[in-house]
Nanobody, 117 residues
Framework: QVQLVESGGGLVQPGGSLRLSCVASGITFSNYIMKWYRQAPGKEREFVAQISETGHTHYVDFVKGRFTISRDNAENMVYLQMDSLRPEDTAVYYC???????????WGQGTQVTVSS
């Protein structure tokens, strides 16, 4: 059974930092492109960042320079370091795993990030 479990969300003040983690089980982790998405209230889920099975990274423009995605294949973990957080970063953040050839795709249950003073 495949599971993606996120953790690390919470309440943080503007300008603060959080580190999200996602642990995967039931897949050959090193064969998967790992991604983070987010969904704010009343909005569609949107792409945030990804790291390929070979370690190449890609970010959406509004997080470039603030967020860093990384992975640890030995531990089946993917991380999202979020710095200089803004209120508009408030959302549920989801971990996503996509097999490098396209399918299958798996989702975690999400972790809430709230940026507020």
């Amino acid at each position: 059974q495949v599971q993606l479990v996120e953790s690390g969300g919470g309440l943080v003040q503007p300008g603060g930092s959080l580190r999200l983690s996602c642990v995967a089980s039931g897949i050959t982790f090193s064969n998967y492109i790992m991604k983070w998405y987010r969904q704010a209230p009343g909005k569609e889920r949107e792409f945030v960042a990804q790291i390929s099975e070979t370690g190449h990274t890609h970010y959406v423009d509004f997080v470039k320079g603030r967020f860093t995605i990384s992975r640890d294949n030995a531990e089946n973990m993917v991380y999202l370091q979020m710095d200089s957080l803004r209120p508009e970063d408030t959302a549920v953040y989801y971990c996503n795993a996509r097999y490098y050839l396209g399918n299958p795709i798996y989702w975690g249950q999400g972790t809430q990030v709230t940026v507020s003073s």
